[in-house]
């Protein structure tokens, strides 16, 4: 009888509701696949920009210092920078989704961006093409002799990393929200006009990381979708599996009524008093 009463103050929870924070499968917030013509477009704007490498002998020679719109736009090609921009994306509460999709989103955003810089590392060591001279006219493509450490990056140009992370982050924030997509398209090609303004790459350069982070987010996101996401049930499915049909927990005792409660305590009365009292 006292178990039977607890039983039915006990609040009805499910396994897990408790919990918190789950993180949302990335193929619950991948944005609609890129079409074919955007592929064309940065390819055709690749091919153009072969010709107008000679634009980097307008530059300033390398070492002068620039304004704090220069920097501004550098630091779009900083990976901490999107790392930032994550824990943001996930702890604004204003979104109308949960912090297990907000957090999708931010680590979404923050992939994009380490993916695309990452491939322009490994490829601009087996590319290795110059970077431009401190000072001078264009030399046309020259590329590195491989030394003692081919690995090594430095002085290599093509592709630009800054603009590589810059495109790949950018872009993905664009296809998230659309209405942000001129700002930020004009801030990620900002980022690139900055990195030839400086003499760190030629134009071909960062066109080539606009076309580079277009193909990791493809392939990217072609590997999410494919991947097998887990169901993950939420508060009111869970607590629907846990009750039966009839409302009632499985594998319970059901709740006693008032009058089954006071027959069971008479019962239990006349069952411990003495025989002669009956």
Known sequence: FPDAMRLRRAPLRAPGEQRLFRLAPLSQ???????RRAFVAAGAVFVLSLGFDGLTSLAPAKGQRFGDLHAL??????????LLLMLGLALDGQMRR??????ALGLYVLLSAALSGAAAAVLKPLVRRLEPPRTGDYPGWIFAPLGDQPWKGSDLSFPSEH??????ALLALA???PGAAPLCIALACGTAYGKVQARG?????????????LGVAWAFERAVARWPARTVRTAPEA?????????????????LSLEANEASASELRLAAAPEAER
């Open 163 to 168: 603009a590589s992370v810059a495109f790949g």
């Open 98 to 103: 949960d912090l297990g999709q907000r957090a």
């Open 73 to 82: 736009l550098r630091i779009f090609g900083y990976l901490p920078t999107w």
């Open 29 to 35: 917030v991948l944005p609609p696949s890129l079409p």
């Open 175 to 177: 296809r998230l929200f």
């Open 201 to 213: 790459h030629h134009v071909s350069d960062v066109c080539f990381s606009l076309l580079l982070a």
């Open 239 to 255: 607590r629907a599996g846990f009750l039966g049909s009839t409302g009632e927990r499985r594998g319970a005792v059901p709740p």
